[in-house]
């Protein structure tokens, strides 16, 4: 049976790991971009001013906060929670999510600005759009019917190399929009091209004086929740988008798995850069790893959570968190209702509406044919943000322990969703403890 909760439920990884174990994908490769960000880290700038100008942004911390080591198991052992008909993690007790406020703490990114809306631009006309800004002149050649350069291949540009012919133009403006360019397609949103960016990061980069104007953390979500969605299909191989973001949420929640912390942190500090996350030492196997991570969870009660880790206010300091509706990055739109995860807000969880439902939605078990599409209309709902959001005391408890539920939550969840991952036909004699930071 298929929760009605949870209705794409039969194209989930939790459903194969479930009723065909043997069927195991094991680890998913967790795409980032170390080594381009090393490389911007040295950049050695052209213009003077430059750096000033991407300083002033607001997103230049980016290159210091980013983990520079991924614990490969520990992030496939959650994305084999997420639900994308509710975009929530599905724990055995309840709901969970990476929610606004989390990423005002954790990154330190605008969450209150201008939503990065997409306005349909052919692809053409991004391509041209890029292949200008660096003066690369007219495009060059067809293969297949498309147009394509070497500055240009498969749909998205080559980032270091326009950032290096940005330097060689000598011309400060595109100096500045080619780093940040290269920079936010190789933090907030990465994808599976490993050289190419898409163009869309750039529609919100060419005029200079609106850039710190957008709800960049916004954006920053509406990504993760639907690479996570696709990483969570049974066919999918891989995951992408800015999962320091999810490291450092799974952290900041679960101690069972946190590392050791840096000595001295500012409160004003991004929190992803409060832990320190080193190379895994040993012969300690990643799937051996992912199998002990599962058992782990579907092992926990809401007892082992740290449900408000920045204190007990975070709807009142960052209000944005308790929006309804709709949050986006481009073409790409997801639904977000904080009220599934009250806990998280200090909040006594209570049994949830039903999630909006998205204009067209097609989730099977290929993550290749996944697709998710929400009118544009839909982007009002955040301009006009405080008639679209919740009212917790009107409509709520506080929490007296941090993990309280209201009777007959606990029922309900268990008879709509699906909170256990490893089958009961998998023997499991696994140990609790674990090492301080892993990484493949």
């Known amino acids: 049976m298929i929760p009605d909760v949870i209705p794409s439920f039969a194209g989930h990884v939790a459903h194969v790991l479930w009723t065909s174990p043997e069927q195991d994908r094991g680890v998913l490769e967790c795409y980032h971009r170390s080594a381009t960000l090393d490389m911007l880290k040295k950049y050695k700038w052209s213009v003077e001013g430059s750096q000033a100008m991407v300083q002033a942004t607001g997103l230049s911390h980016l290159l210091e906060c980013t983990m520079p080591h991924l614990d490969s198991a520990l992030l496939t052992a959650f994305v084999e929670r997420w639900q994308p008909d509710t975009n929530t993690f599905h724990m055995p007790f309840g709901e969970m999510s990476i929610l606004i406020h989390d990423v005002h703490y954790i990154l330190r990114l605008p969450v209150d600005g201008a939503l990065l809306r997409y306005d349909s631009p052919q692809p053409e006309a991004l391509k041209a759009d890029m292949c200008g800004l660096i003066r690369v002149g007219d495009l060059e050649g067809a293969v297949g019917g498309k147009w394509s350069t070497i500055w240009y291949m498969n749909g998205g540009m080559h980032g270091e190399g326009a950032l290096f012919r940005a330097g060689e133009l000598q011309i400060k403006e595109v100096e500045v929009q080619c780093y940040l360019f290269l920079l936010l397609g190789s933090t907030l949103f990465v994808d599976k091209s490993r050289d190419r960016i898409r163009p869309a990061v750039n529609l919100y980069l060419k005029k200079y004086h609106d ?126 209702d904080p009220s599934r995860c009250l806990r998280q807000y200090g909040y006594r969880q209570a049994i949830p509406r039903p999630m909006m439902i998205p204009d067209d939605h097609f989730r099977p078990a290929s993550a290749k044919d996944y697709n998710v599409t929400w009118f544009p209309g839909y982007d009002q709902f955040w301009t006009m943000w405080e008639s679209n959001r919740w009212a917790f005391d009107a409509f709520f408890t506080p929490c007296e322990r941090p993990s309280d539920v209201d009777e007959g939550f606990m029922d309900w969840y268990r008879a709509h969703s699906h909170p256990l991952i490893t089958s009961p036909s998998v023997t499991r004699q696994i140990p609790r403890e674990l090492v301080s930071c892993f990484t493949l």
Request: hydrophobic share 40%; charged share 20%; glycine share 12%.
């Open 211 to 336: 850039v710190a104007g957008y709800a960049w953390g916004v954006g920053t979500l509406a990504y993760l929740y639907r690479q996570l969605g696709v990483a969570s299909r049974a066919g999918g191989k891989g995951v992408c988008g800015y999962l320091t973001l999810l490291q450092a949420w799974i952290y900041e929640y679960f101690p069972d798995f946190r590392p050791n912390r840096v000595q001295q942190h500012s409160p004003a500090d991004p929190r992803a850069s409060l832990w320190v996350c080193s190379r895994l030492k040993g012969r300690d196997d990643a799937k051996e790893r992912l199998v002990r991570y599962r058992s782990i969870l579907d092992g926990m009660s809401a007892d082992d959570v740290t449900w408000t880790p920045y204190g007990g206010h975070a709807g009142v300091e960052v209000m944005r968190s308790l929006y309804n509706g709709v949050i986006r990055f481009a073409d790409v739109a997801e639904g977000y």
